[in-house]
């Protein structure tokens, strides 16, 4: 029998099923902030099982929680894309946007915050 679990590199089918419980652990951590166990979330399984489908979604209630969300694949040079990402936005962030200002950058979580 042939595996159900199909990989599709990530692309977001139509509902997650099964693993709201997940993302709203993560999206209650984005709102408690440092420290909050779902930031500490990590995704594993069988090839085909959902892990960058589920990196997705917490990217996006990232995103719509206000979070500077960087995207990437652990490839040769990731460090240096992470860095260069980073001041981007920092740039962008700090250039661009009136009335806002960085006031932490967790290298951890690669995540710029702003007020």
Do not use: C
Request: charged share 20%; glycine share 16%; net charge neutral.
């Amino acid at each position: 029998m042939d595996n159900p679990f199909v990989p599709t590199a990530g692309s977001t089918p139509p509902e997650i099923i099964g693993r709201h419980g997940l993302l709203d652990e993560f999206a209650y951590g984005l709102r408690v902030g440092s420290g909050a166990p779902g930031l500490l979330t990590i995704f594993t399984g069988a090839r085909g099982i959902g892990k960058t489908v589920m990196l997705g979604g917490a990217e996006d209630l990232a995103r719509d929680a206000g979070w500077a969300v960087i995207s990437e694949t652990a490839t040769r040079g990731f460090m240096g894309r992470i860095g260069e990402s980073m001041r981007q936005m920092a740039n962008e962030l700090g250039d661009t946007t009136p009335g806002r200002r960085i006031t932490a950058v967790s290298a951890a979580g690669f995540s710029i915050t702003t007020a």
